[in-house]
């Protein structure tokens, strides 16, 4: 069993433990000298630092009741994570028997329709660490995609009604509309503090219409659901055919522009794409032509691209490189430039010859620092992502571009040679800030330059 003094510890120091559970430093200094812990933070420890009941000094386990699984009084859902813990709450939403996935925290403030369109959230259960979420309800313009990619949402605050002038429905009945399960009434700060600490676990949310929870196969359910390792779910959320894009990006008082003839054609590869992308394509200039995610070079090149972008997208990246690779490797040879985000950064550290690894937690959030390397200046981004790029594998002409100031990982890279460039993060935000707008022009200036040259190369045979 481990002391006060390595709980505390695992809560991350004394101060920390105390903001954590809302006393003072103190009542923690306490603890110590009595070698106990009150019984009314049980509850809360064992959620922040995974830890049995009976680990924690001064707590016992009561022997099981026969009704000692039953949902507490007003419990209406449940969050039930692979090591057999539950969390209890409200549910809203549509009703559900189960809905698996890793369970991940996103920081946003704002923009949680976004972030629940976002296909690169598909398989993942999403704790929204801000308080307060739903109050700008749902309307019918913060699309990301045409469904919602989430499998659940976990809240703090009980779903109030939606206070926005655009708002066209409750947050509450727009998921009901489209099938996903929420849980409000939960301790969020402890949830995220556990995920933090440890690794995304896998969860399992239950809001059954008729109230009756069977814990037993929930666990089951939880414990036997694989992970995202090894997960290719890019041909889940892509689409189904190629299509065409027009649509430029929200300007006030609210409504998306269409700008002037295009300067270039870019071929979007789909690997679960945010539409903002799509329009800040446009926006700068490009016609856009989406192609699904399982696009061959022969079909990306048949539109005759001066660009490629490779797009956002969910699940490993090592697995849907499989199909992916080939196809960025047959534009990579044909010379057509390349930009790439998220999984598509990825995918394009992968056909240069990189590797990606599973992070520990990932980065989801519109607060993440990132430091662009050949300007030396700091933008803040928005992100989404539990893979990163894994800098000691890539070869030597393939440039570090981009670093996260979080931890250090890698946010960028080019290759001057190949006329590529990826970022990990988001630089259309939507939701988030807007400092790295820049690189949509970065990508333009590169199809300029590589369209001049090929000019002057013609000209010169």
């Known amino acids: ?7 505390i510890s695992q809560l991350g120091g004394a101060e920390a433990a105390a903001r954590s559970l809302g006393v003072g430093t103190e009542a923690v200094r306490k603890w110590r ?35 000692a699984d039953a949902p507490p009084e007003g419990a209406t859902a449940a969050l039930v994570l692979a090591d057999g813990s539950v969390v209890w709450g409200e549910g809203f939403g549509a009703y559900s028997a189960g809905a698996v996935g890793e369970v991940c925290f996103n920081t946003g403030m704002t923009g949680y329709q976004e972030t629940l369109t976002d296909p690169s959230y598909a398989g993942q259960i999403i ?23 989430a499998r659940g949402c976990v809240v703090k605050e009980s779903l109030g009604a939606a206070s926005n002038w655009r708002a066209t429905s409750a947050l509450a009945d727009w998921l009901r509309a489209r099938g996903v399960p929420g849980i409000a009434g ?16 896998t969860g399992i949310l239950a809001y059954p219409a008729d109230g009756a929870f069977d814990l037993p196969a929930l666990r089951a359910a939880a414990a036997a659901w694989p992970g995202l390792a090894g997960m290719d779910l890019a041909r889940d959320v892509t689409c189904a055919q190629p299509y065409g894009w027009e649509e430029g990006v929200w300007t006030w008082p609210g409504a998306y522009g269409r700008p002037a003839t295009p300067r270039f054609h870019v071929v979007a590869v789909d690997y679960g794409a945010k539409h903002n992308i799509l329009r800040c394509l446009v ?70 010859g990189g590797r990606t690894l599973k992070m520990r937690r990932g980065h989801r959030g519109a607060n993440q620092p990132v430091q662009d390397l050949t300007t030396g200046k700091v933008e803040i981004t928005s992100q989404n992502h539990g893979f990163a790029v894994d800098e000691a594998s890539l070869p030597d002409d393939v440039t570090v571009t981009h670093r996260s100031l979080f931890d250090g990982s890698n946010e960028g890279i080019a290759c001057a040679a ?23 022009e970065r990508f333009t200036k590169l199809m300029e330059d590589s369209s001049f040259s090929e000019e002057k190369e013609a000209k010169r045979l």
């Open 283 to 352: 926006t700068a200039g490009c016609r856009v032509s989406v192609v699904p995610a399982t696009a061959t070079a022969a079909d990306i090149l048949r539109h005759a691209p001066d660009g490629v972008f490779l797009s956002n997208g969910p699940g490993d990246p090592a697995a849907t490189a499989d199909y992916a690779v080939p196809a960025i490797r047959g534009v990579l040879d044909a010379g057509v430039p390349i930009f790439g985000i998220c999984l598509g950064h990825q995918l394009l550290a992968h056909a240069l």
């Open 127 to 149: 704790t929204f660490t801000f308080p307060h979420i739903g109050n700008v309800g749902a309307n019918a313009q913060d699309w990301e995609a045409a469904a919602v990619a």
């Open 33 to 67: 000298q009595s070698g106990a812990i009150p019984s009314r933070h049980w509850p809360a420890i064992v959620t922040m630092t995974g830890l049995a009941l009976n680990d924690v000094p001064g707590a016992t386990l009561p022997d099981p009741a026969p009704d």
């Open 186 to 201: 939960v301790d969020t700060r402890a949830l995220t503090r556990r995920i933090a600490r440890a690794e995304a676990p």
């Open 1 to 7: 069993m481990p002391s006060v003094s390595e709980i």
């Open 418 to 440: 190949r006329r590529c460039f990826s970022v990990q993060y988001h630089p259309e935000a939507s939701p988030g800030p807007s400092d790295s707008h820049y690189l949509f």
